[in-house]
């Protein structure tokens, strides 16, 4: 990254709203980034398409897979000026550890944790994600917890969706 990015972007929040397929994170990213007035980027934008046919097809990533979109991922919280929200699973410490290390800021992590059984329930009703809930239980087995050095917050979706907001907006603050 340029020092010229670097000085735009480090000043301001970058906050990822992580979490298993079906836990939030495009909805409550999406209003935070409007409560902190900051970009909102959903991070299954920037997948290739070779990932999406291969989730689609109820084979999950591997870390070969990901490491590319991760990148992408990282490159554009980089990129962005100002505050930013990105919507991305970041399963596991070593995903976020990348995306802390190429977008230049610190990162605010929001993990929005259900029950499989809930989880489940909600990938079940959308009817335009490319993920299959067959996908679910392979997320759930590479889900790394936060730890505490991570500067994040868990959060349970059982809440209502503006609580969860209001919450994330706090841990931003």
């Not at 870390?63 to 100002?82: C, I």
């Amino acid at each position: 990254m340029s020092a010229e990015r670097a000085g735009t972007a480090a000043g301001f929040p970058a906050v990822v709203v992580m979490g298993v397929s079906g836990c939030g994170k495009s909805t409550i990213g999406e209003r935070l980034a409007g409560v902190i007035i900051g970009a909102f980027i959903d991070a299954d934008d920037l997948h290739p398409a070779a990932n999406i046919a291969k989730m689609a097809s109820g084979v999950p990533l591997t870390d070969e897979d990901r490491w590319p979109w991760l990148d992408r991922v990282a490159n554009a919280l980089a990129e962005t000026n100002g505050p930013v929200v990105v919507a991305c699973s970041a399963l596991r410490r070593a995903y976020r550890d990348r995306l802390r290390a190429g977008a230049g800021r610190p990162l605010v992590l929001v993990h929005l944790d259900g029950s499989r059984e809930l989880l489940a329930e909600r990938m079940g009703a959308r009817a335009d994600h490319f993920m299959p809930s067959a996908l679910l239980g392979s997320q759930l087995a590479t889900l790394e917890p936060l730890e505490a050095d991570e500067g994040g917050i868990v959060l349970d979706v059982r809440l209502p969706v503006a609580e969860l907001v209001a919450r994330a907006a706090a841990a931003v603050a």
